[in-house]
């Protein structure tokens, strides 16, 4: 019910950072969640991080923690995921996700609304 666009992906190298964003096309109730997910070629897709409304409870993937940064602006209807020390392995398509939840998730099924996903390429 939530129109997502994500932007910011590309191409870097091995160490490098990237800041992904994710525009709503209108303001989340309170009760939204938003995550971000992502899929590599041949693989399932996995979840990368969630954020609450209030923004104050998130929850990292072990896979990026203290790599990966999920935040939002209520404000600007958006989220970001700022990546940092990238690794080849995190490259693939990410998208964005928003669900009427009280606190994040990492089931893709509670999410309602998704993006068309934005390409990440990691060169090593």
């Known amino acids: 019910q939530v129109q997502l666009v994500e932007s910011g992906g590309g191409l870097v190298q091995a160490g490098g950072s990237l800041r992904l964003s994710c525009a709503a096309s209108?303001?989340?109730?309170?009760?939204?969640?938003m995550g971000w997910f992502r899929q590599a070629p041949g693989k399932e897709r996995e979840f990368v991080a969630a954020i609450s409304w209030s923004g104050s409870s998130t929850y990292d993937a072990d896979s990026v923690k203290g790599r990966f940064t999920i935040s939002r602006d209520n404000a600007k209807n958006t989220v970001y995921l700022q990546m940092d020390s990238l690794k080849p392995e995190d490259t693939a398509v990410y998208y964005c996700?928003?669900?009427?939840?009280?606190?994040?998730?990492?089931?893709?099924?509670?999410?309602?609304?998704w993006g068309q996903g934005t390409q990440v390429t990691v060169s090593s």
């Open positions: 996700a928003a669900g009427p939840l009280l606190r994040p998730s990492l089931h893709a099924p509670s999410y309602n609304s």
């Open positions: 209108e303001r989340t109730s309170s009760t939204y969640t």
